[in-house]
């Protein structure tokens, strides 16, 4: 018998990337009618927010990030004890474009300015309660997009979005494999801290996406 002389080569996107998990997301919002608006913590440049809107236009009407434009923010000491797993997570790092460039940038999609919000500042300070009562008169989420890399960032994103969950939300974890998949560290840990802090929050998992990370789909028990 002959041996293939190599694997056939797949487009990355068929091993689930990003794109393709939007068009799922896409299906299963209109099959089962679920309304709200797409939340993304950690903008960077907006390529995610732009793929977002482009994919989930017709299901998604509203679009509110998050990101201080300055990189990452001072490590907590939690934080600090994750670097010798992830050393590129430091102060600083990962700084985007500036704030109107990316505002701008994402525009150019075709999104009408009123159907989007970019807060700007780290989340200690961003992440208001004024602002969370502001946005939430009817307000829930559809998609939730975090993407912050660090254990405090993500327990301050989940505690604020937390009214905005319904049964039916999307929860994309960017990071969630990238201290080495241990449990301990970043977004696994805070995503267990604030389950077991809130057990009127369950999580399905549907599936891990690239290489790093994982969606699930959110179950509020009222």
Not at 76 to 88: A, I, K, N, R, V
Not at 95 to 117: H, N, R
């Amino acid at each position: 018998m002959k041996r293939p002389s190599s694997y056939p080569h797949l487009p990355f996107s068929s091993l689930v990337g990003r794109a393709a998990l939007f068009q799922w997301i896409k299906e299963f919002l209109n099959k089962c009618n679920i309304q709200g608006g797409y939340f993304e913590f950690g903008v960077l440049n907006g390529e995610s927010m732009c793929e977002a809107y482009f994919i989930l236009r017709d299901q998604v009407d509203r679009y509110i990030g998050f990101d201080a434009f300055e990189g990452l923010p001072p490590l907590s000491q939690t934080d600090e004890f994750g670097l010798f797993l992830q050393p590129d997570f430091i102060e600083g790092n990962f700084k985007s474009m500036s704030y109107e460039f990316v505002y701008q940038t994402i525009l150019s999609t075709g999104l009408a300015p009123d159907k989007l919000l970019l807060v700007k500042g780290f989340f200690e300070e961003a992440l208001t309660m004024d602002l969370q009562s502001q946005l939430l008169p009817g307000g829930r989420a559809s998609v939730v997009h975090l993407d912050v890399d660090l254990y405090v960032s993500t327990k301050q994103a989940l505690e604020f979005i937390y009214p905005f969950f319904q049964t039916g939300t999307w929860l994309l974890c960017d990071d969630y494999w990238t201290y080495a998949g241990a449990s301990s560290f970043g977004t696994q840990k805070a995503l267990k801290e604030f389950l077991a802090e809130h057990p009127d929050i369950l999580l399905q998992e549907y599936c891990s996406y690239r290489g790093w990370s994982k969606a699930f789909i959110v179950e509020r028990i009222s």
